[in-house]
């Protein structure tokens, strides 16, 4: 166990549809990332946010959006939802915000299936 | 999209074999990365590289930053059943939005 929650575990959804996935860190960890998973693109960095604040931006489409909290949980949202988008979608945790993450924690991932 | 090869794709050896697997891609990176999946989990980071020539071990693993700064090399020496799953290789620019790359995996199995 990482330490590293994520909600919900499966998630199923129709074509069109908006989704949000929810991402709670390690305890003291102030860097929470997003990474898609998938068939067909591999593992892909999305973004990342540090105390709140976006720190870095990876391959995020336009209809993907996320968002740190004060209490440092983080959501990703999805909409218009694709079949492409089906994937694994997972967030990790680090202390600090540096890129690279160094020590990071992953959570055990979100797979969404979009039909 | 993807930027780096990685290969080979997958691997299978014998348990006490040693195994090595590279990156390489067409643009330059300032910093690499080598993780480990294992089924249903996430990504665990074993080595980062961050100058050109440096190399690094971590116990039975070593890497390598390429000369160029176009690839990387990881290498295990004497593997053991528990080194089986995907290795990932991830490039880091410094620059530009899109500043983190993984390669397409490397799938190890050992077979004891």
């Known amino acids: 166990d990482s330490g590293v929650t994520q909600t919900p575990k499966h998630l199923i959804t129709a074509t069109g549809q908006r989704v949000t996935l929810r991402c709670s860190p390690r305890?003291?960890?102030?860097?929470v990332y997003w990474y898609q998973q998938s068939l067909d693109q591999g593992l892909q960095f999305l973004i990342q946010?540090?105390?709140?604040?976006?720190?870095a931006k990876g391959n995020i489409l336009e209809r993907f959006s996320a968002q740190q909290f004060p209490d440092l949980h983080s959501e990703l949202n999805l909409s218009s939802l694709e079949l492409g988008d089906s994937a694994l979608y997972f967030c990790?945790?680090?202390?600090?915000?540096?890129?690279?993450?160094?020590?990071?924690?992953f959570g055990p991932g979100t797979r969404l299936t979009v039909l | 999209g993807q930027q780096l090869n990685q290969s080979p794709q997958s691997m299978f050896i014998q348990e006490g074999e040693d195994v090595s697997m590279n990156c390489t891609s067409s643009s330059i990176f300032n910093t690499w990365l080598w993780y480990k999946q294992d089924p249903g989990e996430g990504p665990v980071l074993l080595i980062a590289l961050y100058k050109a020539g440096e190399l690094t071990s971590n116990g039975r693993l070593t890497a390598q930053f390429g000369i160029t700064r176009k690839d990387s090399f990881l290498n295990i020496s004497a593997s053991i059943p528990s080194d089986v799953g995907i290795y990932f290789c991830?490039?880091?620019?410094?620059?530009?939005?899109?500043?983190?790359?993984f390669g397409t995996g490397t799938r190890l199995t050992v077979i004891p």
């Open positions: 990790a945790s680090s202390r600090t915000g540096g890129m690279p993450p160094g020590t990071q924690y």
């Open positions: 991830a490039g880091i620019k410094q620059t530009g939005a899109n500043n983190l790359f």
């Open positions: 946010y540090y105390n709140g604040e976006e720190r």
């Open positions: 305890s003291g960890d102030l860097s």
